[in-house]
């Protein structure tokens, strides 16, 4: 069982970072592929970035792809986003996300991002 805590949302203006991070418990925390998804008002849940277990590889969705980076800190047990030149349309709801191969297994409850114009 792994339990995602997620943080470091919150209001920033377009152009603005925030780094949002996500503690996990469980043993097999450093096995797992972990990534982040977000959900817009009124949309589905998409895919964000994922990393592997090691770091090694990481993916990202092309609306993100030069202005997010994902990574993570094995011995903490915690991944990390951070988001850089912010636009109104990364405004969502933002969920850590676990699995042995692909990071949909485990889910943390969400953290809100608002990026004002």
């Known amino acids: 069982q792994v339990q995602l805590v997620e943080s470091g949302g919150g209001l920033v203006q377009a152009g603005g970072s925030l780094r949002l991070s996500c503690a996990a418990s469980?043993?097999?925390?450093?096995?797992?592929?972990m990534g982040w998804f977000r959900q817009a008002p009124g949309k589905d849940r998409e895919f964000v970035s994922r990393i592997n277990w090691n770091g090694g590889r990481t993916y990202y969705a092309d609306s993100v792809k030069g202005r997010f980076t994902i990574s993570r800190d094995n011995a903490k047990n915690t991944v990390y986003l951070q988001m850089n030149s912010l636009k109104p349309e990364d405004t969502a709801v933002y969920y850590c996300?676990?699995?042995?191969?692909?990071?949909?297994?485990?889910w943390g409850q969400g953290t809100q991002v608002t990026v004002s114009n």
């Open positions: 996300a676990a699995g042995p191969t692909y990071p949909d297994a485990y």
């Open positions: 469980g043993r097999t925390f450093n096995t797992y592929t």
